[in-house]
């Protein structure tokens, strides 16, 4: 008897998939926002007088307080939908299932396209307002460039500063020649970590997905970078304010649709990013050279 052959193909679980990094500006997300519309939320601000001379007369300088609410309307309203058979769920060993849909989705596509519309709309308001420098990274510079783009920003105090940077200026940083450090390996597999994570007292955060990390980007299928490159780009968080206003998934399994034999998968993200109107100079630019 001829053995029996089996054409069905079995599958793994595991998914090939390369690991890329979480939401990066999740650290800017404001807390507490008063929305007062379906699309606009105001932000408080309060606005006080200084000393005046005292009077050894008697009495004291009546000063002003002024309060005033900012509104911000949200634009960017984005949504995605995935059908999946049934058999092809099955027939893959479950690696089209909604749970590794959205895990891939989310790593992959929501969380990476966050982060290029946030660093996008951020580095338009610095080109705007001048606070942008266009130069090539080298490891003779870097460090003087970089501690000289804090200064600026540095009357706002180190804990609210948030410094994003590319592989490239974290590379030449690491390799500066302006300081010296000294690695000690005394056990074997002990693990060795260069990279320099702090400055001053403001925290260097590496951006790795380069794809990510541009002055534009065109959203129509995902996201795709359009302008310069950017070095890095310097932020106090108490410039921005960004916010999710919605944030949905609905999972529908077969028989509780009308759309075909499968699973229906549907996510929506409805958010936005502001740079404060009376602290724009809190973020700094530094791009790579035009024609790079």
Do not use: C
Not at 6 to 32: G, H, K, M
Not at 93 to 99: M, V
Not at 159 to 178: F, G
């Amino acid at each position: 008897m001829a053995n029996a052959i089996n054409y069905a193909e079995q599958y793994q679980t595991e998914l090939d998939q390369v690991i890329t990094q979480a939401t990066l500006t999740s650290d800017l997300e404001t807390p507490q926002v008063n929305w007062m519309g379906a699309q606009t939320f105001h932000v408080p601000s309060i606005d006080v007088t200084g000393y005046q001379d005292h009077s050894r007369s008697g009495g004291f300088n009546r000063g002003d307080v002024t309060v005033t609410h900012e509104p911000y309307t949200l634009g960017f309203d984005r949504d995605v939908e995935f059908f999946v058979d049934r058999m092809d769920v099955d027939e893959s060993n479950q690696a089209a299932s909604a749970a590794n849909i959205t895990r891939v989705f989310l790593t992959e596509k929501a969380g990476p396209e966050v982060d290029a519309y946030r660093f996008s709309k951020m580095a338009t308001k610095a080109l705007d307002e001048g606070n942008n420098t266009e130069e090539g990274v080298s490891a003779s510079s870097v460090y003087e460039r970089l501690k000289a783009d804090i200064l600026k920003v540095r009357k706002y105090g180190p804990s609210n500063l948030i410094a994003y940077l590319s592989s490239e200026a974290m590379d030449a940083l690491e390799r500066s020649p302006d300081f010296n450090r000294n690695i000690n390996v005394q056990n074997e597999g002990t693990a060795i970590e260069t990279r320099v994570t702090s400055l001053d007292g403001v925290r260097l955060v590496e951006v790795w997905d380069a794809e990510r990390f541009s002055t534009e980007h065109t959203f129509d299928s995902g996201f795709e970078a359009s302008g310069l490159s950017i070095n890095w780009v310097i932020v106090n968080r108490g410039s921005i304010v960004a916010k999710t206003k919605l944030n949905t998934v609905f999972l529908f399994e077969p028989g509780q649709h009308t759309q075909g034999d499968g699973y229906l998968y549907q996510n929506r993200m409805y958010h936005d990013l502001f740079v404060m109107k009376n602290k724009t100079d809190g973020i700094i630019l530094s791009t790579e050279e035009s024609g790079a």
